[in-house]
């Protein structure tokens, strides 16, 4: 019986004693390398029939609001393995939840105060950073293998790779693949494929052109090539090098389409009122200004009297 096949029939067998317990070990404290990014807080991932939720924008939403817990090619542990009803949910790097420790529901008093060792499940360091992903089925957990389930969560998990690397090659199409490789940058990469080809950067420079904001990236010194790797965004725009004998190569065709934009679009500005504010009611018409009427004028001063002032004094 295939895994895909266990997944969606509902007369399948329910999941043996010897495949539970076989599950339990394999994938409690397991080591993974992560294929996909899965968003921080309370909201994981959700595999079934093959297919990962939430998806597209509405993962892309829920990354820029609250980042990612971990990116692709990240390595993590399976922390938590639970068999409960339809699904089987695994908890990666502590889960989404902070679970307390026994000695942080003690309290210790002195000088009047009290304190929790090992600090609270407040605390900043304490905060969860994990997230998980659930298999769901149809109706019950049928009778899979461990190769099987494997199989069902390689969309998220990679069991078989042995670094990081190797992991997100797995990931991405075969182009950038070989790029890779080749330590090769090609227009249209984001900033994690030109880490993974070249490294980090030597030197960084950011400058404005017009409106857009953009980065060189700097790789090599001479007497050596020297490449400049320009990124706007979250994207790779141009790749300029600069050999020992003088020749300049520049690259701004984009060899790869990821899909996403260079740069945000700006939000457009407020248009001003064409009128200016007034108190008047709807409808209400402005007053006829006089024909020759003019730039209005101040009212003219009196001027002081030139003698001291003169006091009367009546006779009652």
Known sequence: MSASASADDKNSSPLT???RLEL???????????RTQFPMGKVGLTIKNGKVSPGGDELSKLL????????????AIITQFVLKGDRMRLEINGGPVKKKKWYQHIEVGSGGGMMTPGGTAQDPINNPRGSYVDLVFD??????TVEQVKQMLWPVFDFDSKSPLE???ESVSPKVKEAIKAHHVLVGMNREMVIYAKGRPGKKIREKDGEVEYEDWIYGDPPQDVDFIRVVGDEVVRVETM????EKIVHTEKEIDLGGPAVATAAQKENKPANAPTLRRPGEQAPEAPANSGPSRPAPIPD???GPPQFQVSER
């Open 17 to 19: 004693e010897k495949h």
């Open 24 to 34: 339990i070990r394999t994938f409690s404290s397991d080591q993974v390398y992560i």
């Open 64 to 75: 820029a609001m609250w980042g990612p817990s971990v990116k692709t090619g990240d390595r």
């Open 139 to 144: 109706h019950h957990i049928p009778d899979l």
């Open 167 to 169: 992991a997100y090659l």
């Open 243 to 246: 050999k020992v004998d003088g």
């Open 304 to 306: 002081p009297p030139s």
